[in-house]
């Protein structure tokens, strides 16, 4: 009998070890092979797939701030995506968060702009550029400071704050043919275009031309 039990306990302990060796990843591990998968889609420009791993790490945690950078930035690079969905993944969480937080920015400047807040996108390409004036997006490099400039000037055309606009894409005129353009002197106001000259009483309306370019170019 002894002989028996001792047969018995010895199954359940082997029982127990088996259990703990088995034992699944945790919520933390979980997370991370989640944010981990959803750069790699996103780097590899595969959107859909990436916004379903950022969800999944979003739903784990979603006061993550990496979770809800990475959710808004996914859904944003899908076409046809509603913006108040992007809107909707990011709270203070990101905002706030050191590491997350002109990636985060940046973000939102463009869905604000799309949305037509021009002076709420003014104020956050702003933001992200006084954090960081070399500021580049890592997992997407392409977007950077550029792009931001482009958004500003933008964002200030909107709100007829022309010589504004004007000025903050000044950087990226540098070495083009829109270098000697001067908002105070009439006779710049001309672009050339495939040896075809265009001249502009108007210097809105060269401005506009100007941030077309720039922003065909940049964004």
Known sequence: MRHAKYITLLCIIMMLSASC????????????SALRAGWE???????TAAENDFWDAFAMDSSRAESQVGLGWARFMIPGTALTTVLS??????????DW?????CLLASVNLSRMEYG??????????????????????????????????QALFFMAEYDSSWTVMMPLTDGTSHSSIDPDDETTWSITIENNTITYTIFAEVLARVISDLAEQYR
């Open 89 to 98: 993944a990011i709270d203070s969480n990101a905002t706030d968060n050191a």
């Open 101 to 105: 937080q002109t990636d985060a920015w």
């Open 41 to 47: 889609n996103f780097e590899a420009e595969r959107f």
């Open 21 to 32: 060796r088995k034992k699944g990843p945790t919520a933390s591990e979980r997370i991370k």
């Open 120 to 153: 709420t996108a003014d104020s956050l390409a702003a933001l992200t550029l006084s954090s960081d004036t070399s500021y580049v997006f890592l997992h997407r490099p392409e977007i950077d400071w550029q792009d931001l400039l482009v958004v500003r000037g």
